[in-house]
């Protein structure tokens, strides 16, 4: 089956500094990436998502400047948690969605990374 | 836009009963419906789904129905065991989404007990 990777998988950091969390698709082109938050015991809600070469569609409550988000390559989308602050602490998890006429709803996730901001 | 509800939000069992869980969606349009299945701290793992040309998907001890008059879709999991223990995901493709998106339900925590 498909492959996802995320690194890193824990990252603890002080408030007021940034963190880059990568999510890559080992065996498959992703043409579209997803990045979800997840707080304890809740479901996975969405707060961007990626296509790759293009800048990514935010949902709505989602600050774009606080959440970086690039896609340079079919494989590779990065989030950037800029300015950090305690409220930020959760499970950021990717998902990638095969593209091209073959590509279908699948959501393949990634193994997740647990952020924690002091 | 979409709305996802699921129900009910935990489920206990004994170890080889059966479980259903169940989805309801607004969007008539939508059609694609997945359940994932989340250990704790892990990520979620596609188990199932199901997509609107079709009524019933079976795989071994897991199989989803789908309604789509009612729109409503569900998980049923026979003879239990002890690892079905997690939390599981509904979720439905909406249209106005280009069907691009998933939209999630609240989950369901199973436990199933020896």
């Known amino acids: 089956g498909a492959v996802v990777s995320q690194h890193p998988s824990r990252v603890i950091c002080k408030s007021g500094t940034s963190v880059k969390i990568e999510c890559r698709s080992l065996d498959f082109q992703a043409t579209t990436m997803f990045w979800y938050r997840q707080f304890p015991k809740q479901s996975l809600m969405l707060m961007a998502t990626s296509n790759e070469g293009s800048k990514a569609t935010y949902e709505q409550g989602v600050e774009k400047d606080k959440f970086l988000i690039n896609h340079a390559s079919l494989t590779l989308s990065t989030l950037t948690v800029t300015s950090a602050h305690p409220e930020d602490s959760s499970f950021y998890i990717c998902s990638a969605r095969a593209g091209g006429a073959s590509g279908g709803n699948e959501q393949f996730f990634g193994p997740g990374t647990r952020l924690t901001v002091l | 836009g979409e709305n996802v509800e699921q129900h009910p939000s935990t489920l206990s069992v004994q170890e080889g009963d059966s479980a259903v869980i169940k989805c309801t969606y607004s969007?008539?349009?939508?059609?694609?419906f997945p359940w994932y299945k989340q250990e704790l701290g892990k990520r979620p793992q596609l188990i199932i789904d199901?997509?609107?040309?079709?009524g019933e998907k079976k795989d071994q001890r897991i199989a989803v129905t789908l309604n789509k008059t009612a729109k409503h879709f569900s998980l049923h999991i026979t003879e239990t065991q002890p690892e079905d223990s997690a939390v599981y995901f509904c979720a439905a493709n909406p249209y106005s989404t280009g069907f691009q998106k998933l939209v999630f339900g609240t989950g369901t925590r199973l436990l199933v007990s020896p």
């Open positions: 199901i997509r609107s040309n079709v």
């Open positions: 969007d008539s349009a939508s059609n694609y």
